[in-house]
């Protein structure tokens, strides 16, 4: 059994009078010590699906599922969600200064953790803490353990926030973009350290190049939709959808010469507060036909894409463009 089993997850907010489709119909399982990324542009859904999986933002739950050791999280009370959130499953942000108090001690941020779900005593608590900022890799963490965020700098502060994630020693880890506000440099060590925590992890992220390094499996969302799934090393070098090819294409790589223009995917998602009817991508695509517009392609072999489905041979006959 999958250690967390979305089924037919659709998540709407409510803008000003007006429903935004924000998460439509996802599902997907992840495994024990299993490292998913979900890539995407900016808005298509990312973040509010993993949050609305702990219930972290006023989302509403339109249908669906989210299992986590066969328990539905969704159906659970506010006091049971809480004890499961930090506990079971433990999140990372993105942005590591906005995310820690700025007026309490880092040492006492993680304590907070340990405490709450009464895992140890206030000593001991204390130690673990010591620990799991030496685990994360902060330097001389019995001195650090007394600093305040504004001490440090912003790798150490999101090295921070994964020993507060990790204080409860979760089974899941969900990181919702956890490099993105880091250079170069430390985005790379940041990768490395939740390579090394050989634990069940959700990525979010919009770095291909993080996928490659950190991944097993990739679910490529667009529009609120999963279009494409599957290990890593298939997506990333044998893409099927065309959203995935072209968003490959727009990376630059060592070729690309300095000042030179990347390539980038013209137009814009459509708006999810009137889905389209077929395909959300068939503005933009290159290939798009006319049952493109007009129905949504049911997924085949991990792709949702009338190119890549088993009726593409009878869409091509009867439905040339
Ligand atoms: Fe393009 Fe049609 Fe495939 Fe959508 S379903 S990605 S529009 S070919």
Excluded at 35 to 47: A, D, L, R, T, Y
Aim: glycine share 6%; hydrophobic share 40%.
């Amino acid at each position: 059994m999958a250690l967390l089993d979305v089924q037919n997850l659709s998540v709407s907010f409510s803008i000003q009078d007006r429903k935004l489709h924000a998460v439509r119909d996802v599902s997907f399982q992840l495994n024990e010590g299993e490292i998913i990324g979900i890539v995407g542009e900016s808005g298509c859904g990312k973040s509010a699906l993993v949050q609305s999986l702990l219930r972290l933002i006023p989302s509403k739950i339109e249908t669906g599922k989210v299992l986590f050791d066969g328990v539905d999280l969704l159906q659970l009370t506010p006091e049971r969600l809480r004890a499961i959130r930090g506990r079971e499953i433990g999140m990372i942000f993105q942005d590591p200064m906005t995310s820690l108090n700025p007026t309490m001690q880092i040492g006492a941020q993680i304590t907070e953790s340990i405490l709450y779900h009464r895992l140890a005593a206030p000593k001991a608590a204390q130690e673990r803490a010591i620990e799991l900022l030496r685990l994360t890799g902060v330097p001389d963490p019995e001195a650090r353990y007394t600093q305040f965020p504004h001490q440090l700098s912003g790798g150490l502060r999101q090295r921070v926030l994964i020993a507060i994630a990790l204080a409860a020693k979760p089974r899941i880890l969900i990181a919702d973009e956890p490099t993105t506000a880091l250079d170069p440099t430390i985005q790379a060590q940041i990768l490395h350290l939740l390579k090394q925590l050989k634990m069940s992890q959700i990525v979010i992220t919009h770095d291909i190049g993080a996928v490659a390094s950190l991944c097993d499996r990739v679910l490529v969302m667009y529009a609120g939709k999963i279009v494409e799934a599957g290990t890593a090393q298939d997506v990333l070098t044998a893409p099927k959808h065309p959203y995935t090819k072209m968003l490959l294409y727009s990376l630059p790589t060592l070729q690309t010469k300095r000042g030179e223009k990347l390539y980038a995917i013209e137009g814009s998602p459509p708006s999810l507060f009137t889905p389209p009817p077929g395909c959300p991508f068939a503005a933009r695509c290159p290939h798009a036909m006319n049952i493109c517009a007009r129905e949504f392609p049911p997924t085949h072999e991990n792709t949702a894409c009338w190119l890549h489905n088993e009726r593409n041979v009878n869409a091509f006959a009867t439905d040339p463009r």
